[in-house]
C-alpha cells in the first residue's frame, strides 16, 4: 500500500476491538452494580461511609454501563463507515469500467508505420 489507503479488514478489526472492549465492560459493571457490601454491613460508626459506598458503586456501574455503550455505538459506526467505503469503492469501479466499455478502442493513425527492432 502507497500514501493513504483505506483497508476495510483492518477497520473492521478495529471495531471488534471497541465490540469485545464493550462486552467486557458490561461483565464488569456487572459485577459492580451487584457488590455484596450495602451500606447497613459498615455499622453505625461508618454508615456514612456505607451510604456513599452504595451511591458511588452505583455510579461507577452506571458509568461502565454509558462507556460500554458508547463503545458499541463506535463499533458500529466503524463498521457501517467500512460498508459505505466498500460500496463506494465497489460502485466507482463499475462506473469506470462502463464508461471505458463505452469508448472506442484507440487504432493506430492511418499511414502509420509500424517499424519493428
Known amino acids: 500500500m502507497d500514501g493513504f489507503e483505506y483497508d476495510p479488514q483492518a477497520v473492521r478489526g478495529f471495531a471488534e476491538v471497541f465490540n469485545q472492549a464493550k462486552a467486557q465492560l458490561e461483565q464488569v459493571k456487572a459485577t459492580a452494580a451487584q457488590t455484596s457490601a450495602h451500606a447497613a454491613d459498615f455499622g453505625k460508626s461508618w454508615a456514612d461511609y456505607g451510604t456513599k459506598f452504595e451511591t458511588y458503586m452505583k455510579a461507577i456501574a452506571d458509568d461502565l454501563g454509558n462507556l460500554a455503550t458508547h463503545l ?46
Open 72 to 117: 458499541g455505538e463506535i463499533g458500529v459506526q466503524l463498521n457501517q463507515g467500512t460498508d459505505l467505503a466498500v460500496q463506494s469503492d465497489t460502485t466507482g469501479f463499475a462506473s469506470i469500467k462502463a464508461i471505458e466499455e463505452q469508448l472506442p478502442t484507440k487504432q493506430p493513425a492511418s499511414g502509420g508505420h509500424n517499424i519493428e527492432v
